[in-house]
């Protein structure tokens, strides 16, 4: 990242955390058209800056070294300067592709879905950011309106795993969108190391600038049944039971 000799990253970080924490949104909005007119661009600042910034909000609490107050602060005005930095991006002609993006419901994860989200627009992407709390039936309902080419499901939280589990297994089971991708993206998929492809996700980006370069280098990379643990025995005995009836043959599936 190039900033001026004045606005070097770790200073902009440091300068740039102080304020969040307490809420100043003067004193953030002042350092970020400070560092815009110094010739930083919108990218940088939302993938360099605040994205960072998200994370580093959400280890602080779990080491409970801010309060909640202090996080809800610091998010919220977050997510406003990213609505601000959105509106500066430079945008890609229409690339023909569309993504659906879900997220946990907190508050820092429905931030880093909306940077994922315009991230996306930005690079030419039509967008669908549903957000978190949809329910398992209308996800389904909407991935068979939409028929997106690849759902995101980002979390940056642990206890949003096992839905995300779940839903995965549910999309596969049901199949009605066989062309998607799924991809895994946020932070709880990078701090454990092969989450992503257990629970069967086609591709895993680690932060929300990852996710669009992933979509866009592996439009046709698909996980395989042997990277799926979650439903994997079902999944391989209704193959199994669709082969022998083409065939005619009985096949047995080892459960273990």
Not at 60 to 72: A, P, V
Not at 106 to 125: K, R
Not at 187 to 210: N, P, T
Request: hydrophobic residues 35%; glycine residues 8%; contains cysteine.
């Amino acid at each position: 990242m190039s900033f001026t000799p004045s606005l070097g990253q770790s200073n902009l970080s440091k300068s740039y955390l102080e304020p969040l924490l307490a809420g100043d949104r003067t004193a953030c909005r002042e350092l970020i058209d400070g560092a815009l007119g110094c010739g930083v661009s919108a990218y940088e600042l939302l993938t360099k800056l605040v994205y960072p910034t998200m994370d580093l909000l959400q280890s602080l609490y779990r080491e409970d070294r801010i309060n909640k107050t202090k996080l809800n602060l610091a998010t919220r005005l977050n997510r406003a300067l990213t609505d601000q930095l959105t509106a500066k991006l430079e945008r890609k002609a229409d690339n023909g592709r569309k993504v659906l993006i879900f997220c946990g419901h907190d508050e820092p994860e429905e931030l880093g879905g909306q940077i994922c989200a315009d991230l996306f627009e930005a690079e030419g992407w039509t967008v669908r950011f549903a957000g978190g709390g949809v329910p398992e039936d209308e996800v389904l309902k909407l991935i068979g309106d939409e028929r997106p080419d690849v759902t995101v499901m980002y979390a940056t939280l642990p206890t949003g795993v096992p839905a995300v589990r779940k839903l995965i297994d549910y999309l596969r089971d049901v199949n009605s969108c066989p062309d998607m991708q799924i991809m895994c993206c946020g932070g709880i998929y990078r701090r454990a190391e092969g989450l992503s492809e257990e629970i069967g996700a086609d591709l895993y980006a680690q932060d929300a600038a990852d996710a669009v370069l992933v979509a866009n280098e592996h439009p046709s990379r698909r996980a395989s049944v042997d990277q799926q643990t979650v439903g994997r025995t079902r999944r391989i005995r209704k193959a199994a039971a669709r082969k022998a009836e083409r065939t005619g043959v009985e096949f047995e599936v080892d459960a273990a």
